[in-house]
């Protein structure tokens, strides 16, 4: 089975705090995400990442960064939490091979910026 | 560009009734279709997708949806809903020349009363 692994199911930081998101896939995709689910809004992509050290800007990358040192995974970084990014963090990982391929996800981090 | 419009945001049914989830989309280029299914608590997991060919496509747990093409329609349907169907429903929408970017609408909670 295809896993994609976060390293929190609930985190709470304070306002200013520097918070890391952490994902990591089994499958050697090439492919991954960070969403942000809000209610009303579904889901947004924040980054993703096509190889390693390789990233590209979503639809509101604003006050985040990520990092993707490793093949097998991807950071997502935020330098100074705001109350604003309380919110689900999905990521999600895909092969790159011809045709389509299933995106998986993983079970969400749900952040509170207090 | 590429839009997912789901008009309704909550659909209450009782147990053993159907229930169609409405999902229109906007593309002026060929897209691929999907569906995901989100538990509490969970991730999203594929329910159904429409690559190419025929235009009613089956998915997990009796659901399918129908690709109308001409009313730029993908709704989905299940005859009878039991309870461990309440949960969220993405419509999403993805390019056949970058299968691997989703666009998703706003989802759809089913909501299935006994």
């Known amino acids: 089975d295809v896993k994609v692994t976060q390293s929190s199911r609930y985190l709470v930081k304070r306002t200013g705090e520097k918070v890391f998101l952490e994902c990591v896939q089994d499958?050697?995709?090439?492919?991954m995400f960070w969403y942000r689910q809000d209610p009303g809004l579904g889901l947004r992509l924040i980054y993703f990442?096509?190889?390693?050290?390789?990233?590209e800007k979503g639809d509101i990358p604003e006050g985040y960064s990520v990092s993707r040192e490793k093949k097998e995974r991807f950071s997502l970084i935020l330098e100074s939490a705001s109350t604003n990014q309380t919110s689900m963090y999905l990521c999600?990982?895909?092969?790159?091979?011809?045709?389509?391929?299933?995106?998986?996800f993983g079970p969400g981090t749900r952040l509170t910026v207090l | 560009a590429q839009s997912v419009t789901q008009l309704d945001s909550q659909v209450p049914v009782f147990e053993e009734a159907p229930v169609e989830l409405r999902c229109n989309y906007s593309?002026?280029?060929?897209?691929?279709l999907f569906w995901y299914v989100q538990y509490p608590n969970q991730g999203l997991q594929l329910l159904l997708k429409?690559?190419?060919?025929?235009?009613l496509v089956k998915g997990i747990n009796g659901f399918e949806a129908e690709f109308n093409k001409s009313q730029t329609s993908f709704h989905l349907r299940k005859p009878s809903v039991h309870i461990s169907d309440t949960a969220e429903y993405f419509c999403?929408?993805?390019?056949?020349?970058?299968?691997?970017?989703?666009?998703f609408g706003s989802g759809t909670r089913l909501l299935v009363r006994p």
């Open positions: 499958m050697d995709h090439e492919n």
């Open positions: 999600a990982s895909v092969s790159a091979g011809l045709g389509y391929n299933e995106q998986f």
């Open positions: 990442s096509y190889d390693v050290k390789m990233k």
């Open positions: 999403a929408v993805s390019r056949m020349d970058s299968s691997y970017k989703l666009i």
């Open positions: 593309s002026s280029v060929s897209v691929y």
């Open positions: 429409y690559l190419s060919g025929s235009t």
